[in-house]
Protein backbone atom coordinates (compact mmCIF):
# COMPACT_ATOMS: atom_id res chain seq x y z
CA UNK A 1 0.00 0.00 0.00
CA UNK A 2 2.81 2.34 0.91
CA UNK A 3 4.49 1.61 -2.19
CA UNK A 4 1.73 2.32 -4.39
CA UNK A 5 0.87 5.53 -2.82
CA UNK A 6 4.10 6.79 -3.35
CA UNK A 7 3.84 6.47 -7.26
CA UNK A 8 0.55 7.73 -7.34
CA UNK A 9 1.92 10.60 -5.80
CA UNK A 10 4.75 11.25 -8.09
CA UNK A 11 2.72 10.31 -10.77
CA UNK A 12 0.21 13.40 -9.91
CA UNK A 13 3.42 15.47 -9.27
CA UNK A 14 4.46 14.62 -12.31
CA UNK A 15 1.42 15.29 -14.64
CA UNK A 16 1.01 18.50 -12.93
CA UNK A 17 5.28 19.19 -13.22
CA UNK A 18 4.57 18.71 -17.75
CA UNK A 19 1.22 20.68 -17.57
CA UNK A 20 3.49 23.59 -16.83
CA UNK A 21 5.87 22.64 -18.63
CA UNK A 22 3.50 22.35 -21.77
CA UNK A 23 2.47 25.82 -22.18
CA UNK A 24 5.69 26.68 -23.69
CA UNK A 25 4.96 24.34 -26.38
CA UNK A 26 2.58 26.67 -28.42
CA UNK A 27 0.13 24.82 -29.17
CA UNK A 28 -1.86 22.68 -26.48
CA UNK A 29 -2.19 19.68 -29.04
CA UNK A 30 1.37 19.03 -28.42
CA UNK A 31 1.11 18.50 -24.52
CA UNK A 32 0.06 14.98 -25.05
CA UNK A 33 2.56 14.10 -26.79
CA UNK A 34 4.81 15.78 -24.03
CA UNK A 35 3.78 14.10 -21.34
CA UNK A 36 4.16 10.85 -23.31
CA UNK A 37 7.24 11.91 -24.77
CA UNK A 38 8.84 12.70 -20.86
CA UNK A 39 7.76 9.10 -19.87
CA UNK A 40 9.45 6.84 -22.04
CA UNK A 41 12.42 8.63 -21.02
CA UNK A 42 11.59 7.76 -17.42
CA UNK A 43 10.59 4.53 -17.80
CA UNK A 44 12.80 1.79 -17.46
CA UNK A 45 14.16 0.49 -21.31
CA UNK A 46 17.30 -0.26 -23.01
CA UNK A 47 16.38 2.12 -25.83
CA UNK A 48 14.98 5.68 -25.62
CA UNK A 49 14.23 6.45 -28.98
CA UNK A 50 11.07 7.01 -30.09
CA UNK A 51 9.67 3.67 -31.83
CA UNK A 52 10.63 1.83 -28.75
CA UNK A 53 9.55 4.55 -26.32
CA UNK A 54 5.89 4.39 -28.18
CA UNK A 55 5.66 0.99 -27.86
CA UNK A 56 5.98 1.13 -24.15
CA UNK A 57 3.58 4.24 -23.88
CA UNK A 58 1.20 2.69 -26.11
CA UNK A 59 1.26 -0.84 -26.94
CA UNK A 60 -2.20 -0.98 -28.56
CA UNK A 61 -1.45 1.33 -31.15
CA UNK A 62 2.31 1.81 -31.70
CA UNK A 63 2.29 3.44 -35.49
CA UNK A 64 0.00 6.21 -34.45
CA UNK A 65 2.07 6.94 -31.12
CA UNK A 66 5.63 6.74 -33.12
CA UNK A 67 4.07 9.28 -35.59
CA UNK A 68 2.94 11.76 -32.82
CA UNK A 69 5.94 11.41 -30.94
CA UNK A 70 8.17 11.64 -33.78
CA UNK A 71 6.29 15.36 -34.91
CA UNK A 72 6.95 16.41 -31.47
CA UNK A 73 10.75 15.74 -31.73
CA UNK A 74 11.45 16.42 -35.16
CA UNK A 75 9.11 18.51 -36.95
CA UNK A 76 7.34 20.56 -34.26
CA UNK A 77 8.61 23.91 -34.06
CA UNK A 78 9.15 25.22 -30.09
CA UNK A 79 11.51 27.10 -28.81
CA UNK A 80 14.22 24.75 -26.73
CA UNK A 81 15.43 28.01 -24.79
CA UNK A 82 12.13 28.19 -23.51
CA UNK A 83 11.57 24.90 -22.38
CA UNK A 84 14.37 24.97 -20.32
CA UNK A 85 14.09 28.28 -19.13
CA UNK A 86 10.65 26.58 -17.72
CA UNK A 87 12.63 23.33 -16.58
CA UNK A 88 14.79 25.68 -14.39
CA UNK A 89 12.02 27.81 -13.00
CA UNK A 90 10.09 24.19 -12.01
CA UNK A 91 13.52 22.52 -10.94
CA UNK A 92 15.67 25.19 -8.71
CA UNK A 93 13.54 25.76 -5.81
CA UNK A 94 14.17 22.24 -4.99
CA UNK A 95 17.39 22.13 -5.42
CA UNK A 96 17.94 25.45 -3.47
CA UNK A 97 16.27 24.00 -0.89
CA UNK A 98 19.61 22.20 -0.12
CA UNK A 99 21.66 25.30 -0.52
CA UNK A 100 22.20 28.17 -2.44
CA UNK A 101 23.69 27.58 -6.21
CA UNK A 102 27.66 27.33 -5.76
CA UNK A 103 28.81 26.48 -8.87
CA UNK A 104 27.51 26.92 -13.00
CA UNK A 105 29.50 23.98 -14.76
CA UNK A 106 30.44 24.47 -18.41
CA UNK A 107 31.46 20.58 -20.10
CA UNK A 108 30.99 18.75 -23.07
CA UNK A 109 29.82 15.37 -24.34
CA UNK A 110 30.18 13.30 -27.22
CA UNK A 111 27.53 10.74 -28.80
CA UNK A 112 29.45 7.83 -31.49
CA UNK A 113 27.93 8.08 -34.68
CA UNK A 114 28.33 6.10 -37.76
CA UNK A 115 28.02 7.71 -41.60
CA UNK A 116 28.17 11.22 -42.45
CA UNK A 117 24.67 12.80 -42.59
CA UNK A 118 23.92 13.16 -38.95
CA UNK A 119 23.95 17.31 -38.02
CA UNK A 120 27.20 17.75 -36.40
CA UNK A 121 29.12 14.49 -36.64
CA UNK A 122 32.37 14.66 -38.01
CA UNK A 123 35.79 12.64 -37.09
CA UNK A 124 36.50 14.80 -33.57
CA UNK A 125 37.27 14.11 -29.86
CA UNK A 126 34.69 11.83 -27.62
CA UNK A 127 34.57 11.24 -24.39
CA UNK A 128 32.55 8.94 -24.28
CA UNK A 129 35.55 7.09 -26.27
CA UNK A 130 38.11 8.77 -24.64
CA UNK A 131 39.46 8.74 -28.53
CA UNK A 132 39.20 10.43 -31.94
CA UNK A 133 36.35 8.91 -33.88
CA UNK A 134 33.27 10.32 -35.56
CA UNK A 135 30.73 11.63 -33.43
CA UNK A 136 28.42 14.68 -32.44
CA UNK A 137 29.23 16.71 -29.13
CA UNK A 138 27.50 19.22 -27.26
CA UNK A 139 27.95 21.92 -25.40
CA UNK A 140 26.14 22.29 -22.29
CA UNK A 141 26.08 24.45 -19.04
CA UNK A 142 24.70 22.88 -15.86
CA UNK A 143 24.04 24.79 -12.14
CA UNK A 144 24.95 23.32 -9.08
CA UNK A 145 24.88 23.32 -5.15
CA UNK A 146 26.32 20.45 -3.17
CA UNK A 147 23.15 18.02 -3.63
CA UNK A 148 22.02 18.16 -6.82
CA UNK A 149 22.96 20.12 -10.25
CA UNK A 150 20.70 20.62 -13.50
CA UNK A 151 21.86 21.31 -17.04
CA UNK A 152 20.40 24.86 -17.90
CA UNK A 153 21.62 25.33 -21.60
CA UNK A 154 22.67 22.75 -23.91
CA UNK A 155 24.26 23.19 -28.22
CA UNK A 156 25.33 21.28 -30.56
CA UNK A 157 29.29 21.73 -31.32
CA UNK A 158 29.30 21.80 -35.10
CA UNK A 159 32.51 21.73 -36.90
CA UNK A 160 33.71 24.11 -39.67
CA UNK A 161 33.61 21.33 -42.12
CA UNK A 162 29.88 21.98 -41.09
CA UNK A 163 29.70 25.71 -41.17
CA UNK A 164 31.62 25.91 -44.46
CA UNK A 165 29.27 23.78 -46.50
CA UNK A 166 25.83 25.87 -46.89
CA UNK A 167 23.87 23.08 -48.59
CA UNK A 168 24.74 20.31 -45.65
CA UNK A 169 23.57 22.43 -43.19
CA UNK A 170 20.56 23.53 -44.93
CA UNK A 171 19.92 19.99 -46.07
CA UNK A 172 20.17 18.96 -41.78
CA UNK A 173 17.70 21.94 -41.09
CA UNK A 174 20.89 24.26 -39.32
CA UNK A 175 19.23 27.46 -38.96
CA UNK A 176 20.71 30.32 -41.18
CA UNK A 177 22.11 32.40 -38.50
CA UNK A 178 24.70 29.24 -37.03
CA UNK A 179 27.92 30.23 -38.07
CA UNK A 180 31.02 28.18 -36.76
CA UNK A 181 31.69 29.01 -32.96
CA UNK A 182 34.63 27.16 -31.02
CA UNK A 183 33.21 25.40 -27.43
CA UNK A 184 34.18 28.07 -25.60
CA UNK A 185 32.44 30.44 -27.29
CA UNK A 186 29.25 27.99 -27.24
CA UNK A 187 30.20 27.60 -23.90
CA UNK A 188 30.72 31.91 -22.91
CA UNK A 189 27.27 32.80 -24.93
CA UNK A 190 25.32 29.86 -22.70
CA UNK A 191 26.88 32.06 -19.78
CA UNK A 192 26.13 35.35 -21.13
CA UNK A 193 22.71 33.95 -21.57
CA UNK A 194 22.30 32.72 -17.93
CA UNK A 195 23.58 35.70 -16.38
CA UNK A 196 21.67 38.32 -18.50
CA UNK A 197 18.37 35.99 -17.68
CA UNK A 198 18.95 36.25 -13.53
CA UNK A 199 20.28 33.38 -12.97
CA UNK A 200 21.95 32.64 -9.25
CA UNK A 201 25.13 33.25 -9.88
CA UNK A 202 28.24 30.71 -9.10
CA UNK A 203 31.54 30.23 -9.99
CA UNK A 204 32.54 29.08 -13.23
CA UNK A 205 34.32 25.42 -13.58
CA UNK A 206 35.41 24.14 -16.68
CA UNK A 207 38.02 21.38 -17.52
CA UNK A 208 41.18 22.43 -19.51
CA UNK A 209 39.88 22.12 -23.24
CA UNK A 210 38.18 25.48 -21.96
CA UNK A 211 40.17 26.83 -19.19
CA UNK A 212 43.35 27.12 -21.48
CA UNK A 213 41.64 29.48 -23.47
CA UNK A 214 42.40 33.08 -22.45
CA UNK A 215 39.47 34.07 -24.54
CA UNK A 216 37.31 32.21 -22.59
CA UNK A 217 38.62 33.15 -18.77
CA UNK A 218 38.58 36.56 -20.22
CA UNK A 219 34.87 36.64 -21.47
CA UNK A 220 34.02 35.04 -17.45
CA UNK A 221 35.53 37.77 -16.14
CA UNK A 222 34.11 40.85 -18.26
CA UNK A 223 30.84 39.36 -17.15
CA UNK A 224 32.02 39.72 -13.36
CA UNK A 225 31.83 36.35 -12.35
CA UNK A 226 34.66 34.40 -10.60
CA UNK A 227 36.51 31.16 -12.17
CA UNK A 228 38.15 28.06 -11.40
CA UNK A 229 39.15 26.16 -14.44
CA UNK A 230 41.55 23.49 -15.30
CA UNK A 231 44.47 24.31 -17.50
CA UNK A 232 47.40 22.24 -19.18
CA UNK A 233 50.81 22.09 -17.29
CA UNK A 234 52.19 23.92 -20.67
CA UNK A 235 50.26 27.20 -19.38
CA UNK A 236 52.49 29.80 -18.92
CA UNK A 237 52.56 31.75 -16.02
CA UNK A 238 54.22 34.53 -14.01
CA UNK A 239 55.28 33.23 -10.84
CA UNK A 240 54.99 34.51 -7.12
CA UNK A 241 56.65 38.36 -6.87
CA UNK A 242 57.24 38.33 -10.26
CA UNK A 243 56.25 40.05 -13.26
CA UNK A 244 56.44 41.34 -16.78
CA UNK A 245 58.92 43.76 -17.73
CA UNK A 246 57.34 47.64 -17.51
CA UNK A 247 57.76 49.28 -21.51
CA UNK A 248 61.17 50.17 -22.83
CA UNK A 249 62.17 53.67 -22.01
CA UNK A 250 61.10 56.25 -24.75
CA UNK A 251 63.95 57.31 -27.49
CA UNK A 252 62.36 60.48 -27.53
CA UNK A 253 61.45 59.93 -31.51
CA UNK A 254 58.02 57.93 -32.76
CA UNK A 255 55.46 56.75 -30.46
CA UNK A 256 56.43 55.79 -26.82
CA UNK A 257 56.52 52.27 -26.14
CA UNK A 258 53.20 51.27 -24.45
CA UNK A 259 53.47 47.33 -23.98
CA UNK A 260 55.05 45.05 -21.33
CA UNK A 261 57.83 42.67 -21.93
CA UNK A 262 59.76 39.31 -21.23
CA UNK A 263 63.46 38.50 -22.10
CA UNK A 264 65.53 35.71 -22.20
CA UNK A 265 66.52 36.55 -18.42
CA UNK A 266 63.13 37.38 -17.40
CA UNK A 267 60.28 35.52 -19.01
CA UNK A 268 57.46 33.34 -17.53
CA UNK A 269 57.33 29.66 -16.54
CA UNK A 270 55.16 26.61 -17.48
CA UNK A 271 52.56 25.48 -14.83
CA UNK A 272 54.27 22.32 -14.68
CA UNK A 273 57.88 24.00 -13.94
CA UNK A 274 56.32 26.39 -10.77
CA UNK A 275 54.71 23.17 -9.44
CA UNK A 276 58.36 21.36 -9.60
CA UNK A 277 60.11 23.90 -7.83
CA UNK A 278 57.60 24.44 -4.78
CA UNK A 279 59.02 23.87 -1.68
CA UNK A 280 57.95 20.48 0.34
CA UNK A 281 55.99 22.35 2.76
CA UNK A 282 54.04 23.79 0.27
CA UNK A 283 51.65 20.84 -0.43
CA UNK A 284 49.20 19.89 2.10
CA UNK A 285 47.05 16.55 2.10
CA UNK A 286 43.28 17.51 1.59
CA UNK A 287 40.15 15.58 1.90
CA UNK A 288 37.41 16.74 -0.53
CA UNK A 289 34.35 14.76 -0.43
CA UNK A 290 33.32 11.27 0.30
CA UNK A 291 34.25 8.55 -2.67
CA UNK A 292 31.88 5.76 -3.63
CA UNK A 293 34.09 3.58 -1.23
CA UNK A 294 36.31 5.84 0.60
CA UNK A 295 37.15 9.51 1.12
CA UNK A 296 38.54 11.66 -1.86
CA UNK A 297 42.30 12.44 -0.49
CA UNK A 298 44.86 14.19 -2.39
CA UNK A 299 48.19 16.48 -2.19
CA UNK A 300 47.60 20.05 -3.62
CA UNK A 301 49.47 23.80 -3.31
CA UNK A 302 48.30 26.76 -4.72
CA UNK A 303 50.21 30.15 -5.08
CA UNK A 304 49.18 33.05 -6.61
CA UNK A 305 50.33 33.96 -10.19
CA UNK A 306 49.55 36.06 -13.04
CA UNK A 307 48.56 34.12 -16.84
CA UNK A 308 51.30 35.08 -19.04
CA UNK A 309 49.53 33.70 -22.25
CA UNK A 310 50.28 36.55 -25.26
CA UNK A 311 50.81 38.88 -22.20
CA UNK A 312 53.70 41.20 -24.67
CA UNK A 313 50.56 42.03 -26.49
CA UNK A 314 48.80 44.18 -23.46
CA UNK A 315 49.81 47.59 -21.85
CA UNK A 316 49.31 46.19 -18.22
CA UNK A 317 50.19 42.96 -16.60
CA UNK A 318 47.46 40.46 -15.74
CA UNK A 319 45.68 40.80 -12.67
CA UNK A 320 46.68 37.92 -9.47
CA UNK A 321 44.73 34.75 -9.42
CA UNK A 322 45.50 31.15 -7.92
CA UNK A 323 47.14 28.89 -9.76
CA UNK A 324 45.77 25.72 -7.72
CA UNK A 325 48.12 21.85 -8.42
CA UNK A 326 46.94 18.72 -7.73
CA UNK A 327 49.89 15.93 -7.06
CA UNK A 328 49.20 12.92 -5.62
CA UNK A 329 52.05 11.21 -3.50
CA UNK A 330 51.89 8.10 -5.82
CA UNK A 331 52.46 10.10 -8.55
CA UNK A 332 56.05 10.88 -10.21
CA UNK A 333 54.69 14.39 -11.00
CA UNK A 334 51.37 17.01 -10.36
CA UNK A 335 48.13 15.28 -12.50
CA UNK A 336 45.88 18.51 -12.77
CA UNK A 337 46.15 22.34 -12.98
CA UNK A 338 43.90 24.97 -12.52
CA UNK A 339 43.66 28.69 -12.28
CA UNK A 340 41.00 30.08 -10.23
CA UNK A 341 39.54 34.15 -9.38
CA UNK A 342 38.37 33.39 -6.26
CA UNK A 343 39.57 35.90 -3.83
CA UNK A 344 43.20 36.37 -2.36
CA UNK A 345 42.42 35.08 1.53
CA UNK A 346 41.14 31.84 -0.06
CA UNK A 347 41.82 28.57 1.90
CA UNK A 348 43.78 26.09 0.06
CA UNK A 349 40.64 23.38 1.62
CA UNK A 350 37.95 26.00 -0.16
CA UNK A 351 39.91 26.18 -3.47
CA UNK A 352 39.60 22.27 -3.46
CA UNK A 353 36.19 21.97 -3.02
CA UNK A 354 35.64 24.49 -5.25
CA UNK A 355 37.34 23.10 -8.17
CA UNK A 356 36.63 19.20 -7.15
CA UNK A 357 32.42 20.51 -7.86
CA UNK A 358 32.60 20.00 -11.05
CA UNK A 359 32.54 16.21 -10.65
CA UNK A 360 28.55 16.87 -10.51
CA UNK A 361 28.17 17.20 -14.25
CA UNK A 362 30.24 13.85 -14.67
CA UNK A 363 26.77 12.04 -12.68
CA UNK A 364 24.07 14.12 -15.09
CA UNK A 365 25.78 13.06 -17.99
CA UNK A 366 25.86 9.71 -16.34
CA UNK A 367 22.05 9.62 -15.59
CA UNK A 368 21.00 11.29 -18.99
CA UNK A 369 22.74 8.65 -21.40
CA UNK A 370 22.43 5.44 -19.03
CA UNK A 371 19.19 6.19 -17.68
CA UNK A 372 17.35 8.57 -20.56
CA UNK A 373 18.74 7.96 -23.39
CA UNK A 374 20.72 11.51 -24.05
CA UNK A 375 22.49 9.79 -27.10
CA UNK A 376 19.35 7.60 -28.37
CA UNK A 377 17.91 9.60 -30.98
CA UNK A 378 18.17 8.38 -34.32
CA UNK A 379 17.62 11.77 -36.44
CA UNK A 380 19.50 13.46 -38.81
CA UNK A 381 18.64 17.38 -38.30
CA UNK A 382 19.35 20.13 -35.96
CA UNK A 383 15.91 20.56 -34.31
CA UNK A 384 15.04 16.80 -33.43
CA UNK A 385 18.72 16.91 -31.91
CA UNK A 386 17.97 20.06 -29.73
CA UNK A 387 14.29 18.55 -29.44
CA UNK A 388 15.27 15.40 -28.26
CA UNK A 389 18.20 16.81 -25.70
CA UNK A 390 15.45 19.40 -24.62
CA UNK A 391 13.34 16.82 -23.36
CA UNK A 392 15.64 14.51 -21.99
CA UNK A 393 16.42 17.42 -19.49
CA UNK A 394 13.11 17.95 -18.85
CA UNK A 395 12.56 14.63 -17.69
CA UNK A 396 15.90 15.13 -15.70
CA UNK A 397 15.21 17.57 -13.94
CA UNK A 398 11.70 15.67 -12.28
CA UNK A 399 13.63 13.11 -11.30
CA UNK A 400 16.26 16.37 -9.59
CA UNK A 401 12.85 17.61 -8.21
CA UNK A 402 11.63 14.33 -6.90
CA UNK A 403 14.93 13.43 -5.54
CA UNK A 404 15.28 16.90 -3.22
CA UNK A 405 12.31 16.08 -1.36
CA UNK A 406 13.63 12.75 -0.20
CA UNK A 407 15.97 13.10 3.24
CA UNK A 408 19.67 12.02 2.20
CA UNK A 409 19.38 9.46 4.38
CA UNK A 410 16.58 7.79 2.81
CA UNK A 411 16.62 5.34 0.26
CA UNK A 412 13.73 5.45 -2.88
CA UNK A 413 12.31 2.29 -3.54
CA UNK A 414 8.98 3.70 -4.90
CA UNK A 415 8.95 3.48 -8.87
CA UNK A 416 8.45 7.14 -10.01
CA UNK A 417 5.79 5.88 -12.74
CA UNK A 418 4.30 2.41 -13.61
CA UNK A 419 5.28 0.46 -16.17
CA UNK A 420 2.98 -0.70 -18.41
CA UNK A 421 2.77 -4.06 -20.41
CA UNK A 422 3.70 -4.59 -23.78
CA UNK A 423 1.64 -7.05 -25.88
CA UNK A 424 3.33 -10.56 -26.51
CA UNK A 425 2.95 -9.76 -30.17
CA UNK A 426 5.40 -6.72 -29.53
CA UNK A 427 8.57 -7.02 -31.66
CA UNK A 428 11.08 -3.98 -32.01
CA UNK A 429 11.91 -2.99 -35.33
CA UNK A 430 14.76 -4.79 -36.82
CA UNK A 431 14.10 -8.25 -35.04
CA UNK A 432 13.26 -11.30 -36.49
CA UNK A 433 10.07 -13.17 -35.54
CA UNK A 434 10.66 -15.96 -33.52
CA UNK A 435 10.67 -19.42 -35.39
Not at 217 to 223: A, K, Q, S, V, Y
Not at 282 to 299: H, K
Not at 413 to 418: F, G, Q
Amino acid sequence: MGLETGRRGSESRFVAYVETLSVTLGHADRAGPFQSYCTGLLLPGQRKSVEPMAARMEPGRVQAAHQSLHHLVAKADWSDAAMLAAVRKQVMPAIERHGAIRAWIVDDTGFPKKGSHSVGVARQYCGQLGKQDNCQVAVSLSVANDHASLPIAYRLYLPQAWTDDPARCATAGVPDDVTFETKPQIALAQIRAARDAGVPRGIVLADAAYGVDTGFRDGITELSLPYAVGIHSTTTLWPPDTMPLPPKRWSGRGRPPSLIRRDLAHKPVSAKKLAMELPNRAWRRITWREGTNAALTSRFAAVRVRPAHRDYNRANPRPEEWCLIEWPKSEPEPTKYWLATLPADTKLAALVDTAKLRWRIERDYQELKQELGLGHYEGRGWRGFHHHATLCIAAYGFLVSERSAIPPSAARKTPILKVPRLPRSYRPRGTPDPA
